[in-house]
Nanobody, 116 residues
Framework: QVQLAESGGGLVQPGGSLSLSCVAS????????MRWYRQAPGKERELVAS????????HYEDSVKGRFTISRDNAKKTVYLQMNSLKPEDTAVYFC?????????WGQGTQVTVSS
């Protein structure tokens, strides 16, 4: 069965860094574009970053460009999100996402809180 398991969230001070991981199973990871979304309290879920199956193309939401980096290791079936220079407005639950045969698949999410 398809599973996406995020980890790496936590509490960090403004300006700090966190690295999120999402381990995938139950599908051919190396064939799938992977995405990170986030959802802040009272706000809609938004796309943060995406990476194509080979890692050759990445896209970022404007507010995280230059601060976040998405990457993947197909051998480990893992997608990463390195987050630097974190701001309070980055506080949200971060979700790993992919679509399989057009069906959305989500992880359970990991909480990131940026606060002093």
């Amino acid at each position: 069965q398809v599973q996406l398991a995020e980890s790496g969230g936590g509490l960090v001070q403004p300006g700090g860094s966190l690295s999120l991981s999402c381990v995938a199973s139950g599908f051919t990871f190396s064939s799938n574009t992977m995405r990170w979304y986030r959802q802040a309290p009272g706000k809609e879920r938004e796309l943060v970053a995406s990476i194509t199956s080979t890692g050759g193309v990445t896209h970022y939401e404007d507010s995280v460009k230059g601060r976040f980096t998405i990457s993947r290791d197909n051998a480990k079936k893992t997608v990463y999100l390195q987050m630097n220079s974190l701001k309070p407005e980055d506080t949200a639950v971060y979700f790993c996402y992919t679509a399989i045969l057009g069906i959305p698949r989500w992880g359970q999410g990991t909480q990131v809180t940026v606060s002093s």
